[in-house]
């Protein structure tokens, strides 16, 4: 696969030092206006590529993944599109139907979705282990450094802890239990002041009738968060905690630890810790081959810009439903 990466930021810098690594990925270049690299020819933009290619990795900032998408497919590129898939669902729409009229193949980066505890976990659920999801309660809490707002896009409306992160644990969510029927929140601002939320809580109703919350923040201490409790991204500490836990009819198990509790009847028996044996793998990686053959024709998408644009609309939903009802600090 001849490949190409738009943005080589904080995750299109993982990207590129991955597919650089990868065999039967050969990187022809990297396109960014401002940022620059040793390692592949660069361009300022995607009209300046004079170089053939197969596919693209785009991470620019989500406001424009709508245009470099339509402009990928105009070339005739695969896509691997980071989360968000958009900024809105008609952008995001927008993409469906470029790609569509292209013929080109679309995969979008909810990559905790190709992590092997996420799959076990899944597994487990479907197999029932614990019967019947009921409830599944989630804490996100990270404390980002000021410098990761300083001077850049994430500093505005656009730097919501929703948009950035959150968009990756409804995705998880539906992944796990299905679609989502309704959403309520709160959120707050409280610590930075700024023009966006920082905290709060969501509450979120499937179809199947599963209840799910999320407690999250980015201004908050604490060993809790997929990153933190998987360890899959270097640059945030690892814990090691569990930060999902999901109650079922039979029994109940937490993530990403994978102790699964039951044995017991009812209240009055005490439920009993199992603990699994987990898989390990690099997420991003996995996903970067499970690109290649979605590029080779070998495989579907594992997350369409179709499936992906239902992650939005719900993550959108959030997002309005947590907006700050404070003035910002002056």
């Known amino acids: 696969m001849r490949l190409l990466i738009a943005g080589i930021g904080l995750i299109g810098a993982r990207h590129l030092r991955h597919a650089l690594e990868m065999p039967g990925v050969e990187v022809v270049g990297c396109i960014d206006p401002a940022l620059t690299q040793p ?3 660069h361009f300022a933009a995607i009209e300046d590529v004079d170089v053939s290619a197969d596919a693209i990795v785009i991470a620019t900032p989500s406001h424009l993944h709508a245009r470099h998408a339509e402009a990928a497919a105009v070339r005739g590129w ?3 599109i980071e989360k968000p898939v958009a900024h809105s669902v008609e952008a995001a729409e927008c993409i469906s139907r470029a790609a569509r009229a292209a013929g080109v193949q679309t995969l979008v980066g909810h ?3 190709h992590h092997a505890g ?3 976990l899944k597994a487990m659920i479907e197999g029932g282990a614990i019967g019947a999801p009921i409830l599944a309660s989630m804490i996100w809490a990270m404390k980002k450094p000021d410098s990761y707002f300083e001077d850049n896009w994430r500093s505005g409306a656009d730097g919501s802890p929703v948009l950035i992160n959150l968009v990756h644990e409804v995705d998880l969510l539906r992944h796990l239990f299905g679609e989502v029927v309704s959403v309520t929140g709160v959120g707050s601002n409280a610590q ?3 023009a966006r939320v920082e905290s709060g809580a969501v509450s979120m109703m499937f179809e199947s009738g599963l209840a799910a919350s999320i407690a999250f923040a980015d201004s908050a201490l604490s060993p809790w968060g997929f990153e933190a409790g998987t360890g899959e991204n270097p640059n945030i500490g690892t814990t090691g905690e569990d930060y999902l836990r999901i109650s079922g009819r039979d029994g109940a198990v937490g993530f990403p630890s994978l102790t699964v509790w039951g044995g017991a009847e009812d209240w009055s028996q005490p439920a009993m810790p199992e603990t699994r044996t987990g898989e ?3 997420p991003l990686v ?5 690109f290649a053959e979605v590029v080779a024709g070998h495989a579907t998408p594992l997350v369409s810009a179709a499936d992906a644009t239902e992650s939005l609309r719900v993550t959108l939903a959030i997002e309005e439903a947590v907006a ?3 003035e910002v600090a002056a």
């Open 286 to 290: 996995a996903q970067l081959e499970h």
């Open 118 to 120: 996420v799959a076990q």
């Open 324 to 326: 700050p009802r404070r």
């Open 78 to 80: 695969h896509m691997l």
């Open 39 to 41: 390692d592949v020819p």
């Open 280 to 282: 390990s793998n690099v």
């Open 111 to 113: 990559h905790r979705r």
């Open 192 to 194: 930075r002041g700024a």
